[in-house]
C-alpha cells in the first residue's frame, strides 16, 4: 500500500495530456457485451476501474486484449454468468453490467455497485426502467436479478436525471422489441458518447444530448472501433490545478465545450483561460474573486469537480457558498481540508469557504476520488509536505497523477507505508 507525498508551493507550468473519460469507459466496456463481434475501444484511460472491468468481461467469458490504450473485447463466448459478489463491489459502473446482460441474454445476476460513497446511492431508476421493458427485478441478499421472458421497448420517465440509468436503460433497450422513448434522460457527454458507441454497433437512437432519447430496438448489433472521448473531469482537476498554482499551464486533448460551466466560473474568479482547438491554456492571476457554486445536471456545474473547487476557493477572498444539489452529502474531504489550516463551515447543506488562507501540510486522508482530487490541489498550495492515503480511490479515476503533476512541476511522489502506518491508516 502506498502513500502520496506532496512537497507545496511549487508553481505549474507546462503541458498536459488529458486520458480519456473515466465515465464514458466505464460504460463503453460493458456495452461492448451487447455485440456479436469484435469491439475495439481507443483511448482508454489507464484506471483502475478499467482494469477491474475488463477483468469482469473475462468472467463471462470474454477474450479481451489490451493494447496500450486501446481493449478489444470479443464477445462470442460470453454467457450470463451471475456475478454477485467479488469486483461488481471495487467500482460504480458495475451496475452496466445490469442493463447490457439483460439486453443480451434476457437475463442478469449482478451485485450492488460500489464506487465512491457520496451519500445514499440508490438505482430505483435503473430498475424501474428494466421493470419497464419488461423484465422482473428482484433483490436477492444484496444482488439484483433480472429475468424477462423478453424485452419490449415503453416510455419511461425518469424522476431524476440521472446518468446511470439513461446508459443502462439505453443497453437494455436497444435489442428491445419495439420503440423505448426516454423522458427526462440525463445530457451528459458521456451518455452522447456511448449512444456513439451503440450507433456504430447498429443501434437506432435518436435525441441523445436532449432530454428525450428515442431509441428502436434492432435484432442484433456487430462489432466496431470507438475512440473515446477526453475526461472532462479530469481536465477540469488540472485546470483547478492550475488556477491554484499555475504560471502557464496548456491542457491537451479536451472538449472545451464540455467545459463552459467550469470556464465561466474560474473567469468570474479573475483566473486568466483561454480555450484554442482541443487545448485550454490557464494561468493563475491575483487576487482571486470568491464565486458561488451550485452543482446540477450537464451541462450545470459537475458535482465532480464540487470537492477540487472547494479547494480553490481557499485562496480566493471574502466567502464563497458551494451548495452540491446532486449529492448533498459529498462532503468528507472537508474535515481533511480543515486539518490543513482551510476555514470551511457546512451550516444546512451550504458549504462556507473562507479564504484566502495559506493551507499547511497534513497527514490527510482520501475518501473517495474526488476528495482525493480536492487534497492533492491542497497539498500542491500548503506549506510543508502534505501526505496523503487512500490512493485507491485516486487510481480508479485519475490516470498518471503523480507523473503528470511531476511534469508540470510538482513535487510529488509515491511511498510504501510501513505495516504500523497501514494500521493506523486502517484505523482511523
Ligand atoms: C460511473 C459514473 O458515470 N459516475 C457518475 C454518475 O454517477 P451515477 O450514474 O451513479 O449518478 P446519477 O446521475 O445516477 O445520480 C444523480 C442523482 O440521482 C439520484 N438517483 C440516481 C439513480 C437512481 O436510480 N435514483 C436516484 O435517486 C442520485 O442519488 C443522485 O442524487 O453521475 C454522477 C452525477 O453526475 C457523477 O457524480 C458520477 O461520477
Ligand atoms: C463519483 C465518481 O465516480 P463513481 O460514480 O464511479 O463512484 C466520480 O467519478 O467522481
Known sequence: MQKLLIEGGHELSGEVHISGAKNSAVALLPASILADSTVTIEGLPNISDVDTLG?????????????????????????????????VKKLRASYYFMGAMLGKFNKAVIGLPGGCYLGPRPIDQHIKGFE?????????????????????GARIYLDVVSVGATINIMLAAVKAKGQTIIENAAKEPEIIDVATLLTNMG??????????????????????????I?????????????????????????????????????????????SHND???????????????????????????????????????????????????????????????????????????????????AKVKASDLRAGASL??????????????????????YENLTAKLSSLGANIWREEMTESEIYQDQNT
Not at 139 to 150: D, K
Request: aromatic fraction near 4%; glycine fraction near 10%; charge should be negative.
Open 279 to 361: 487545448q485550454l491554456y490557464v494561468a493563475r492571476s491575483n487576487p482571486l474573486n470568491s464565486v458561488d457554486i451550485k452543482t446540477l445536471v450537464y451541462p450545470g456545474f459537475p458535482t465532480d469537480l464540487q470537492q477540487p473547487f472547494t479547494t480553490l476557493l481557499t485562496q480566493a477572498g471574502h466567502s464563497g457558498v458551494i451548495n452540491d444539489t446532486i449529492y448533498s452529502a459529498r462532503l468528507k474531504h472537508i474535515d481533511e481540508l480543515r486539518r490543513m489550516n482551510a476555514e470551511i463551515k457546512v451550516e444546512g447543506g451550504s458549504v462556507i469557504v473562507s479564504g484566502p488562507t495559506q493551507l499547511e501540510g
Open 376 to 397: 492533492v490541489i491542497a497539498g500542491l498550495l500548503a506549506d510543508g509536505v502534505t501526505e496523503i492515503t487512500g490512493l485507491d480511490h485516486i487510481d480508479r479515476g
Open 55 to 87: 477483468e469482469l468481461l473475462e468472467e463471462i467469458g470474454g477474450s479481451v486484449s489490451r493494447d496500450g490504450q486501446d481493449m478489444t473485447i470479443h464477445p462470442e463466448k460470453m454467457v450470463a454468468m451471475p456475478l454477485p459478489n467479488g469486483r
Open 132 to 152: 419497464a421493458l419488461g423484465a422482473e427485478v428482484t433483490n436477492e441478499q444484496g444482488a439484483i436479478y433480472l429475468r424477462a421472458n423478453e424485452l419490449r
Open 230 to 274: 477526453p475526461d472532462r473531469i479530469e481536465a477540469g482537476t488540472y485546470a483547478i490545478a492550475a488556477a491554484a498554482m499555475g504560471k502557464e499551464v496548456v491542457i491537451d486533448n479536451v472538449i472545451p465545450q464540455h467545459m463552459e460551466s467550469l470556464i465561466a466560473k474560474l473567469r468570474e474568479m479573475n483566473i486568466d483561460i483561454e
Open 203 to 228: 443501434a437506432k437512437i435518436k435525441g441523445v444530448g436532449t432530454d428525450v432519447i428515442r431509441i428502436d430496438g434492432v435484432s442484433s448489433l456487430h462489432g466496431c472501433t470507438h475512440t473515446i
